[in-house]
C-alpha cells in the first residue's frame, strides 16, 4: 500500500499550485483522504479532508476559501488545489487515509489514519 503525494514546488505569493495524491495497492473509494502539511519545527498541521463520496469535505480555517480538496476515484487520486498562497503556507504536504470519515474538525486527527504518503515540498516565496 503506498500513497504518493506530488505537485509541490517553488511558487510566489499569491500564486498557486495543485497537489496530487495517487494510491497504489489500495483502492482510494474505500477511504476518506486527508490532506496535512508540517513547516520546519512546528507540528504537523491537518489542512483538509474529504469523504470516500467526495460529498462532503472540511477545510481548516487556514485555508478555507483559498484551498480546494476534490477526488477522482476513477483516478484512484485526490486533489489539493491552493490558491492565493501566503509565505506561511510553506510546508512538506502529504496525504493520508482513512476508514473513519469525521465532517469537522475532528476528522483531521492524525492518529485516525492509517496510511500516510510520502510528502511534497510547498514553497510559497514573498
Known amino acids: 500500500v503506498q500513497l504518493q503525494a506530488s505537485g509541490g514546488g517553488l511558487v510566489q505569493a499569491g500564486g498557486s499550485l495543485r497537489l496530487s495524491c495517487a494510491a497504489s495497492?489500495?483502492?482510494?473509494?474505500?477511504?476518506?483522504i486527508g490532506w496535512f502539511r508540517q513547516a520546519p519545527g512546528k507540528e504537523r498541521e491537518g489542512v483538509s479532508l474529504?469523504?470516500?463520496?467526495?460529498?462532503?469535505?472540511f477545510y481548516a480555517d487556514s485555508v478555507k476559501g483559498r484551498f480546494t480538496i476534490s477526488r477522482d476515484n476513477a483516478k484512484n487520486t485526490i486533489y489539493l488545489q491552493m490558491n492565493s498562497l501566503r509565505p506561511e503556507d510553506t510546508a512538506v504536504y502529504s496525504c493520508a487515509a482513512t476508514l473513519s470519515f469525521i465532517g469537522d474538525s475532528r476528522g483531521l486527527i492524525p492518529s485516525l489514519y492509517t496510511q500516510w504518503g510520502q510528502g511534497t515540498q510547498v514553497t510559497v516565496s514573498s
Open positions: 495497492g489500495i483502492s482510494l473509494h474505500y477511504y476518506a
Open positions: 474529504i469523504s470516500r463520496s467526495g460529498d462532503s469535505t
